[in-house]
């Protein structure tokens, strides 16, 4: 059974950092690009940063670039992405997402909130 679980969202204040992280299952992991995408209530869903399978090729969304990184442990089948100076407008759930030819898979999210 395929599984992407993502994990560590939480509370944080504006300014803070939080560190997501996304496992995969039943799939041969190491084979797939990862990207993290995160969906606002009413809004559109959004690339937030991207990883490539083996290479470690990475790309992020305009909103991403200089506060968040992204790496991969191919060993733990885990993704994580690093989220630092984080700002109200961070507040989403984010949704990790593993893609490769016709294949597709989802996690269900984890919420971020960012709040004084």
């Not at 191919?74 to 961070?90: C, I, S």
Request: net charge neutral.
């Amino acid at each position: 059974q395929v599984q992407l679980v993502e994990s560590g969202g939480g509370l944080v204040q504006p300014g803070g950092s939080l560190n997501l992280s996304c496992v995969g299952s039943g799939f041969a992991f190491s084979n797939f690009g990862i990207r993290w995408y995160r969906q606002a209530p009413g809004q559109e869903r959004e690339l937030v940063a991207g990883i490539s399978a083996t290479k470690g090729w990475t790309h992020f969304g305009d909103a991403a670039k200089g506060r968040f990184t992204i790496s991969r442990d191919n060993g733990q089948n885990t993704v994580y992405l690093h989220m630092h100076n984080l700002k109200p407008e961070d507040t989403a759930n984010y949704l990790c997402n593993a893609f490769r030819s016709e294949w597709d898979y989802w996690g269900q999210g984890t919420q971020v909130t960012v709040s004084s």
